[in-house]
């Protein structure tokens, strides 16, 4: 199988670029970059396509991983709609139009679309549903992430796809009872809110924890990512699995059966 890296001169291409091509039964087929990389890119990899043309990389490869931005993820998409190549996609900050667009493409292209690859933190998520089935509001639900100072996007991708876990276990529409910040004097906690913090600082790769507060005890659940080398090995993985299926918008849940 042959795969390519969008962005592989990002924090988490250059890790995905060493990832692949350690796979024995893997072709790294090449990498993308913006144009004004171009030239540093080709120095660091003489030996493999590099290009700042998107399409030329997809046409290369069978499969193409993308941690970009939503504009640059939803131009891969429609690339591998009309090529039907497979597009592993860990990009966050969609919008919900965004989105809906992205998961049209999936009628003529392989798309597997999560906000984390990582295999614990699809279980995470599920847990997360489960417990939220369990417990009802007399138990508070709080989502806490930390990143590196350089992310750009707050909540996380992640958080917010825990954040959609429990409301689904609850029965709710996470946009109708999140509390994204708090700040002054803002009353009591509202029952059945689902609140989220975000902290940036230093190099921090990913730690996030989920919270049931409820009167006399505690129940926490935490995920914390060491290294990126995590979220490359889930998409590898979702690319292996995308070759047997046909077309479809699927996520991790349906790489993983669950």
Sequence with gaps: MRIAIAGCLGRMGKTLLEVVAAQPDITLAGGSVQTHKLADAKKLYP???????????????????????PEHSLQIAQICAQTNKIHICGTTGFSAADLSEFANYGAKARIIHAPNMSICVTLFMRLVEQVSAILDEEYDIEISEMHHRFKADAPSGTALGLGKAAAK??????????????????????SGSIGFA????GD???????????????LELTHKASNREIYARGAIRAALWAQKQPAGYYSMNDVLGI
């Design 47 to 69: 030996h493999l396509l590099i290009s700042d043309n998107i399409a030329e990389i997809i046409n290369n490869s069978d499969a193409i991983i993308d941690f970009t931005t």
């Design 169 to 190: 276990g609850r029965g709710v529409v996470l946009e109708e009872v999140a509390v994204r910040g708090r700040d002054g004097i803002t009353g009591a906690r509202q």
């Design 198 to 201: 975000a902290l940036r600082g």
């Design 204 to 218: 921090v790769v990913g730690d996030h924890t989920v919270t049931f507060a409820g009167i006399g005890e505690r």
